[in-house]
């Protein structure tokens, strides 16, 4: 089993950075994969960033350059971080952070909205 905890959601300024944090913790072996869903208003969930092991990272097109994921590793926890830059209004969601052994979609955590506004 494991255990995925999100913070840092709130309000951030249209064309501000935010950094969301996940701390996993449970069977690291299953958290290979982990990864950043969002779920905006009226919108399927999609994945906005993953990474496998401690490098292999994966972004939709639409959304490379401005979102970054990282990980750290720790004996007893993984965190795991969604670095947001250049925030749009259409960035507003709630933001699901997620692990798995090879793709990220076992464990889900509770979510944490992001709402981008002027």
């Known amino acids: 089993q494991v255990q995925l905890v999100e913070s840092g959601g709130g309000l951030v300024q249209v064309g501000g950075s935010h950094v969301l944090s996940c701390a996993a913790s449970?069977?690291?072996?299953?958290?290979?994969?982990m990864g950043w869903y969002r779920q905006r208003p009226g919108k399927d969930r999609e994945l906005v960033a993953s990474i496998r092991g401690q490098i292999i990272t994966h972004y939709p097109e639409a959304l490379k350059g401005r979102f970054t994921i990282a990980r750290e590793n720790s004996d007893s926890k993984t965190m795991v971080y969604l670095h947001m830059h250049d925030l749009k209004p259409e960035d507003t969601a709630i933001y699901y952070c997620?692990?798995?052994?090879?793709?990220?979609?076992?464990?889900w955590g509770q979510g944490t909205q992001v709402t981008v506004s002027s």
């Open positions: 997620a692990a798995g052994i090879v793709v990220p979609d076992q464990y």
């Open positions: 449970g069977n690291t072996f299953n958290t290979n994969a």
